[in-house]
């Protein structure tokens, strides 16, 4: 395959994939936001490219990830980069999620760290808790493509039943 049609295939690919796929450079500002970034956390491409990550990290964790990542881009190394991680985040209607993702450092030729790519799994299941009398739980299959009407985080419906987390695997 030539390689300009080989560059137009990896573009594809990532653009369209349904799982989020993040890049983000050496000062921590966003590069790549696919449809599946998208859709998992409710920021358009056009407003998410350019932003720093912390669109999508919690307020109280942004000090503490921003010190970790800044070594990770000094050091080269990350000790997360073989298995899943899962961590909170935020969704642009500030509903947090808790995602699982993998990180993978991207370098120049030369070996220098360029920045981190993350790739988190499409949306297969919610796990709702309701807070109130009982602390009722209230698990759901999620089809994106015909449930978000009633179970995509922020919809009204998840509002009144007083959400306070939901966790995307």
Not at 107 to 119: C, D, N, Q, T
Request: proline share 5%.
């Amino acid at each position: 395959m030539h390689m300009n049609g080989k560059a137009l295939l990896y573009q594809q690919i990532v653009e369209n994939a349904q799982d989020a796929i993040i890049f983000r450079n050496r000062d921590g500002f966003i590069e790549i936001w696919n449809t599946g970034a998208e859709r998992i956390f409710g920021y358009k491409a056009k407003k998410a490219v350019g932003q720093s990550f912390d669109i999508i990290i919690p307020e109280k964790l942004r000090a503490s990830h921003t010190k970790g990542y800044h070594k990770v881009m000094a050091t080269g190394s990350t000790r997360y980069g073989k298995e899943l991680l899962g961590v909170p985040g935020v969704r642009k209607n500030g509903v947090q999620i808790s995602i699982e993702f993998s990180i993978l450092l991207v370098r120049f030729p030369s070996g220098e760290v360029w920045g981190a790519a993350a790739i988190i799994p499409g949306i297969l299941f919610l796990g709702f808790k309701k807070i109130g009398p009982g602390g009722l739980a209230i698990p759901a299959s999620f089809d994106p493509d015909h449930d978000k009407r009633i179970f995509f985080p922020g919809d009204d419906f998840i509002k009144k039943l007083h959400i306070r987390d939901v966790r995307i695997c």
